[in-house]
Structure formats: C-alpha cells, structure tokens
C-alpha cells in the first residue's frame, strides 16, 4: 500500500515557476513508477508527465514538453514536478499517482489529494 501527499501549489504569475513535491509512504515507493496528472475547472484529468521505478526514463504530454520536468528520489520516497514558464492555462489542480507507468489515470492504483495550481496573467 502506497499513501501518497503532494505540496508546493499556489498561485504564481504567468512565466515563473513551482516546485511540486509528492511523498510516499510504504516501502513500495522505489518499486513502482510514477506519474503527474492535472484537472482543470469543467474538464477531464489529464496526463501530464510519468517516470520510471529508477527514474532513468521519463515521458511527458506535448503540452508541457520543454517546460516540465519530472523527476524522483528514492532514498526519500518522493517525486518531483519542476514546473517552468507558467501559462495561465496550467491553472489546475495537479495529482500523483503511483502504481503505473502509462498516460491514462486509470492505470495507477495510487492517488494523493491534489494540489492546487493557479497561474495568473
């Protein structure tokens, strides 16, 4: 069993950055990939970026490619999303998941509660 926490939302002006941090608890962290999803207001959850058990490969929506990066420490059992060049429509609120390795939500077993994202022009 994998309990997942995120932080490091808020609101921030368009073209600066954030930091999101997800920690895990349980010792199935390092044995499991990774991923970042995102929902905004009257729209579906979204795929944003996954990482390997190892952190040696990563994968990313086009919308966020260049900008976003993804990344993990396993001695600290938490995953990363580094989170440049803000546009207002990266405004949503933003989940980790884990147990998966895909781009779809519903092939993660693991979900944090989300933290919210508001990016203003």
């Known amino acids: 069993q994998v309990q997942l926490v995120e932080s490091g939302g808020g609101l921030v002006q368009a073209g600066n950055s954030l930091r999101l941090s997800c920690v895990a608890s349980g010792r199935a962290f390092s044995s499991t990939g990774m991923g970042w999803f995102r929902q905004a207001p009257g729209k579906e959850r979204e795929f944003v970026a996954v990482i390997n058990r190892s952190g040696s490969s990563t994968y990313y929506a086009d919308s966020v490619k260049g900008g976003f990066t993804i990344s993990r420490d396993n001695a600290r059992n938490t995953v990363y999303l580094q989170m440049n060049s803000l546009k207002p429509e990266d405004t949503a609120v933003y989940y980790c998941?884990?147990?998966?390795?895909?781009?779809?939500?519903?092939?993660?077993?693991?979900w944090g509660q989300g933290t919210q994202v508001t990016v203003s022009s």
């Open positions: 998941a884990g147990g998966g390795l895909g781009t779809k939500a519903d092939e993660y077993y693991y």
